[in-house]
Nanobody
Framework: QVQLVESGGGLVQPGGSLRLSCAAS????????MAWYRQAPGKQREVVAT???????SYADPVKGRFTISRDNAKNTVYLQMNNVKPEDTAVYYC???????????WGQGAQVTVSS
């Protein structure tokens, strides 16, 4: 019913920037909030940033001041602007959407972000 398609992952040097995109399609009526998660090798998946339908945002401490989550409602797309990236940011990044009406989580396919010199 809802598809999340991610793009923008890749290799970037420490201190560089990268922007991830997540385009939502299908029945997106009841999406209450969207988020970016990441999972590094050997670690649990963790939330990176969230944005609600009202536009409120939140960030995990390690990315505060460096990452920005935003949305383009006309394009049904959420972004994660990653600035001043660190090697610790290396992970697979997943777009997430919570459908409150259907009480269901939707996930993007994952985008590999590698921060390395």
């Amino acid at each position: 019913q809802v598809q999340l398609v991610e793009s923008g992952g890749g290799l970037v040097q420490p201190g560089g920037s990268l922007r991830l995109s997540c385009a939502a399609s299908g029945n997106i009526f009841s999406i209450n909030y969207m988020a970016w998660y990441r999972q590094a090798p050997g670690k649990q998946r963790e939330v990176v940033a969230t944005i609600t339908t009202g536009g409120s945002t939140s960030y995990a401490d390690p990315v505060k001041g460096r990452f920005t989550i935003s949305r383009d409602n006309a394009k049904n797309t959420v972004y994660l602007q990653m600035n001043n990236v660190k090697p610790e940011d290396t992970a697979v990044y997943y777009c997430n959407a919570w459908d409150g009406g259907r009480r269901h989580n939707y996930w993007g396919q994952g985008a590999q972000v590698t921060v390395s010199s």
